[in-house]
Structure formats: structure tokens, C-alpha cells
T-cell receptor, first 114, second 115 residues
């Protein structure tokens, strides 16, 4: 069975500093990995995904994520955090077996302080 | 594009009542997913449709839950009878299926409270 772990319930970072939100996964075969962001009382917004190819994936709003197969990780990063980045971030995985449902992590709340 | 549309945005009902949640996927998308979000269980898939046909309903909690997709632009999730433990945010998502690498786009959700 596939699973996703987001080890930090909350990440605090000062505005202008780099941020990292961690994600590790477990799947059979090749993983397809996704990051979504959820603002209060809103649905999930797609940020980026890794399917194949370059291990560094660039997405919306200046976010990027690095796929590391040996560490089974897909950490979300941004070079300079904004207060408006404060939200709940979800990592999700799908395996290559064909079941198209996403398995989500528990979410990490990012708090960017001015 | 208007994105995925869900209605109502909020629903408060009493235990035992029937609840119907509605979803309009993004035009042209051929896959539709219903997820539920709770504090205890996080985000979990209930059911998904491909070309209006239910493909995987293994996440549907019990017979009280049912979902339909009568056409490509409309889906319903019904709970009958509702129970307090059904209180959650229910999300609908859609995608254009080109295999398993497609991206799911989520609606704003329906917050259901069962008293």
C-alpha cells in the first residue's frame, strides 16, 4: 500500500528566509508525486508534480520540489518566503499500478512571520 | 474557466436527514473524484468516476453513502440517513485523464455539519 509522511505538523519561518516542507513516501514501483496548498475555507490548489525526468520540479508561486529516489523524499522549497505563503500544504502520491486516487499526507501548516 | 463548482458550500442538518452534495467538474474533464477531509483521518478518497462510470468506490464508508454521475457535467454524493460522524468537508475534484499522471483540480468543498 502507498503512503505519505509529512513529519512536521507546523513549520515556522521568517519572511524572506528560505522554507522547506518535508515529505517522504512509500510506493510500489515508480511514484507520481504532487504538492497542493490549502488556504482557510478553500479547496486544495495544485502547486506542482513530479512524474519523471529532472529531479527538481518548478511550480506555481515560486515553489519548487526536489525528488530524491534514494531517500524516497519530495521536499517542497521556496528561496524566499512570503507572509501570503502561510497555509496548509499537502503532499500526495500515486503509484504506477493504475489506481488513480491520490494518497495524501496529513498536511503541514506553514506560518510565515513578518 | 470557472473551476470545479460545489454546492452547497455549507450544510447543517440533523441526524437522520438526507443530505445531497453536488459537483460540477471542469468542462472537458472526464474523471471525477469525491474526497472527505476530517481532522482524524485527513483527506481520503470516497469514490471516483471515469467517463461517468464509477471505477473505485472502496472508500465509501457504508451503504448510507451513494454517488452518481448521470452526465459529464454533474455528480451527486448522497448520505441517507446522515449521522454526526459524517461531519466533515467534502471535496470534489476533476481531471482530464491521460493515464495516471493527470492532475486533479479541487473544488472549494462543502462543509457538512450533522447535529
Amino acid at each position: 500500500a502507498q503512503s505519505v509522511a509529512q513529519p512536521e505538523d507546523q513549520v515556522n519561518v521568517a519572511e524572506g528566509n528560505p522554507l522547506t516542507v518535508k515529505c517522504t513516501y512509500s510506493v510500489s514501483g515508480n511514484p507520481y508525486l504532487f504538492w497542493y496548498v490549502q488556504y482557510p475555507n478553500r479547496g486544495l490548489q495544485f502547486l506542482l508534480k513530479y512524474i519523471t525526468g529532472d529531479n527538481l520540479v518548478k511550480g506555481s508561486y515560486g515553489f519548487e520540489a526536489e525528488f530524491n529516489k534514494s531517500q524516497t523524499s519530495f521536499h517542497l522549497k521556496k528561496p524566499s518566503a512570503l507572509v501570503s505563503d502561510s497555509a496548509l500544504y499537502f503532499c500526495a502520491v500515486r503509484d504506477e499500478t493504475g489506481r488513480r486516487a491520490l494518497t495524501f499526507g496529513s498536511g503541514t501548516r506553514l506560518q510565515v512571520q513578518p | 474557466d470557472a473551476g470545479v463548482i460545489q454546492s452547497p458550500r455549507h450544510e447543517v442538518t440533523e441526524m437522520g436527514q438526507e443530505v445531497t452534495l453536488r459537483c460540477k467538474p471542469i468542462s472537458g474533464h472526464n474523471s471525477l473524484f469525491w474526497y472527505r477531509q476530517t481532522m482524524m483521518r485527513g483527506l481520503e478518497l470516497l469514490i471516483y468516476f471515469n467517463n461517468n462510470v464509477p471505477i473505485d468506490d472502496s472508500g465509501m464508508p457504508e451503504d448510507r453513502f451513494s454517488a452518481k454521475m448521470p452526465n459529464a457535467s454533474f455528480s451527486t454524493l448522497k448520505i441517507q440517513p446522515s449521522e454526526p460522524r459524517d461531519s466533515a468537508v467534502y471535496f470534489c475534484a476533476s481531471s482530464l485523464s491521460r493515464g495516471i499522471t493527470d492532475t486533479q483540480y479541487f473544488g472549494p468543498g462543502t462543509r457538512l455539519t450533522v447535529l
